[in-house]
């Protein structure tokens, strides 16, 4: 079966978690939700990438985005871990649940395993998988990195803004759009529709083909 990937509902899992324990379909409620895990507790990268989503915390939350972490040592690793998380990052606070999944069933269910990393004791670790959830509880984007490779906060939030300005309006964004830039126009509207969703207007690029079909506009 192929595992969980953009489209796909989020299972409703019970997660025991550094904040308690809850149903994933609780906690995300009608928020977005980023859900990211850790090949282990204790380790360089993913104390790193921690330190930065605690940094970054507010970044989220202006943007109505709940974090949880997760990564499948248990809870008191977890807690002893967060004390490094937060010396590394200056004192930025882990406000947010990281989930521990010792018996390895929430990564596999979250199609969160990586293929080739194992722990000192021959267990499977989680990738560096995250999904970002929309209140219907369903997959909007997911990246999947190899335990070596750290993930990027800032082209994450970038994607969240992206997530965003296309689930309120039809269009798309273009190669590296930042927040404020124009997008372009959902290749399934015509132009009479165009013109009717965008009063305000829009521009065609023009190509070598003659063809109209690279518009953009503000919104
Ligand atoms: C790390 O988080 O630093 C790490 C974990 C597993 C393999 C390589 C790096």
């Not at 609780?26 to 605690?54: M, N, R, Y």
Request: hydrophobic share 35%.
């Amino acid at each position: 079966m192929p595992g969980l990937t953009i489209g796909d509902a989020l299972p409703n899992l019970e997660v025991e978690t550094t904040c308690g324990r809850f149903m994933l379909h609780d906690f995300v409620g009608q928020d977005w939700v980023i859900i990211f895990s850790h090949p282990g507790d204790f380790t360089p990268v993913c104390t790193t990438e921690l330190a930065k989503v605690a940094a970054h915390t507010e970044r989220f939350e202006d943007r109505g985005v709940k974090l949880l972490g997760l990564s499948c040592d248990d809870i008191q690793s977890h807690n002893n871990w967060i004390k490094d998380i937060e010396s590394y990052s200056g004192g930025c606070k882990v406000k947010f649940p990281i989930i521990a999944d010792p018996k390895r069933e929430i990564i596999k269910e979250l199609n969160m395993v990586d293929p080739d990393e194992k722990d000192a004791t021959g267990n499977q670790v989680p990738s560096r998988a995250l999904h970002v959830v929309a209140g219907d509880k369903k997959i909007k984007l997911s990246i999947l990195y190899p335990a070596t490779i750290g993930r990027n906060m800032d082209e994450i939030l970038r994607a969240v803004d992206a997530l965003q300005k296309t689930a309120n309006h039809k269009v798309a964004t273009p190669v590296n759009w930042m927040p404020g830039e124009p997008v372009v126009i959902h290749p399934s509207l015509s132009n009479d529709q165009a013109k009717e969703m965008f009063p305000h207007g829009y521009s065609t690029a023009e190509l070598a083909s003659g063809n109209d079909y690279l518009r953009f506009t503000n919104v």
